[in-house]
């Protein structure tokens, strides 16, 4: 089998473990094990926690120490444990710390992944440009096929979805044994502050810069919202006897599968519309887009005028998701010196995926218990909280983010 295909099966399992659970464990969370909104975003907010650690750590470990693919072994190995231990709680408490093993050893395993596909197709003499994104959206078919395959299984409200994503996490630490080696290497000595990207730290000086990555912050609070509670939502409308039956309430995941669908069109689109109106525009739609996209949910329902909405809400999830994160990342990557572009995308996701995940989960679950009344849920006027929150922060960012994408420029 040629190192393309092989990585494809590494890239397919990689999101099918985050694919079985990510979207479908807060109905579990909430509905099975009745859990509160806080308790569910904390239990979420160990991703955004794990942002902040292990990622750094252990891309010193593989620079330095280990090879990359025994690393990544390692890893899944521990996310494997992890998740069956998780998978027997019914304490928030407990599966908080299982959730947070789970997320330390997790997250460090997407920047392997692709250190590991950058490392084979160099050594093969494959242009990585070209080659890469077409082996990387293996990884979305693969949380796709995962999300399909639980909802279908009827498994969206059972421990079982992480029984799922235990046992592909140990096919993928067995499979990753067979990829190629890779060396680790001595590099020139660097201080803590570069391994820790603080070096970055430089761009806040620049105003263009601080409101940018202040923005990130902000924007990136409200990322995983839909994705913490969304399974929630669609699985409350069998609460009405008129909706018990429905696909909406029956297969929710699966609808909530178009998103990711949605996601690989829109990144197509991503290179003409930062070309035709640059990064400040782009990310103006990215917020008009999360705006809709929580606007439409709290409209939606499954009468067939509400699942239109719903479907126009999972389409717009692509270009809102795209256009602020990967639009955010060629940003830093054309205007930053390249002498510190690795430390500022580093920074990017840490305000992203670390601080504003993290806070975002923790006040989104405040918002769900200040909307629940009676053990019932508030969904219209939740989702309008994060919609109005989308469009202040959209018009504060017109007004405050001030920079030409004529200037070609690089940030000191």
Same mark, same amino acid.
């Given at each position: ?20 659970? #990510? ?17 569910? *975003? ?45 998978? *027997? ?81 140990? &096919? ?12 680790? @290497? ?35 609070? &409200? #990322? ?29 995941? &699966? ?89 500022? @995308? ?46 202040? #922060? ?5 007004? *405050? ?12």
């Amino acid at each position: 089998m040629n190192i393309k295909n092989r990585l494809k099966i590494m890239m397919f399992f990689q999101y099918f473990i985050w694919g079985s659970w #990510l979207v479908t464990f807060g109905a579990y969370l909430l509905n099975t094990l009745h859990f509160s909104g806080v308790e569910v *975003s904390m239990i979420f907010s160990t991703k955004a926690l794990a942002a902040l650690i292990t990622p750094f750590i252990v891309g010193i470990i593989a620079d330095k120490f280990l090879q990359a693919k025994h690393l990544y072994m390692f890893c899944h190995a521990i996310c494997a444990i992890a998740l069956f231990y998780a998978a *027997s709680i019914n304490n928030a408490t407990l599966l908080f710390w299982a959730m947070l093993g789970n997320a330390l050893a997790y997250m460090p395993t997407i920047a392997l992944s692709n250190s590991i596909s950058y490392h084979c197709l160099d050594k093969d003499n494959l242009d990585t440009v070209a080659t890469f994104p077409k082996i990387r959206v293996f990884g979305t078919v693969g949380f796709i096929i995962a999300m399909w395959a639980v909802s279908l299984c009827k498994l969206e409200l059972s421990a079982a979805q992480l029984y799922i994503a235990c046992i592909a996490s140990l &096919i993928l630490a067995i499979y990753s044994s067979t990829l190629p080696n890779i060396e680790t @290497q001595k590099k020139p000595k660097q201080s803590w502050s570069s391994y820790l990207g603080l070096d970055a730290f430089v761009l806040f000086k620049n105003p263009v810069m601080a409101v940018f990555f202040l923005f990130a912050m902000l924007l990136g609070a &409200i #990322l995983q919202v839909t994705n913490t509670f969304g399974g929630a939502f669609l699985h409350d409308f069998g609460k009405t006897q008129e909706f018990q039956n429905s696909l909406i309430v029956q297969y929710p995941a &699966i609808l909530l599968s178009v998103s990711q669908m949605a996601e690989v069109a829109f990144i197509l689109t991503i290179p003409f519309f930062l070309k035709k109106f640059g990064i400040k525009k782009v990310i103006m739609i990215s917020i008009i887009a999360w705006t809709l996209r929580f606007g439409l949910f709290a409209f939606g329902d499954p009468t067939p005028f509400g699942f239109a909405l719903l479907m126009l809400s999972m389409i717009v999830y692509g270009c809102a998701f795209d256009f602020f994160n990967i639009s955010g990342s060629i940003f830093i990557e054309k205007e930053v010196n390249s002498n510190i572009r690795a430390s500022a @995308q580093g920074l990017f996701m840490t305000m992203v995926n670390g601080i504003g995940a993290y806070f975002g989960s923790i006040l989104s679950g405040v918002v769900v218990d200040i909307c629940t009344h009676n053990g019932v849920k508030d969904w219209q006027t939740i989702w309008l909280i994060f919609a109005c929150y989308a469009l202040v #922060l959209g018009i504060v960012f017109y007004y *405050s983010f001030n920079y030409n994408y004529t200037k070609n420029n690089s940030v000191e």
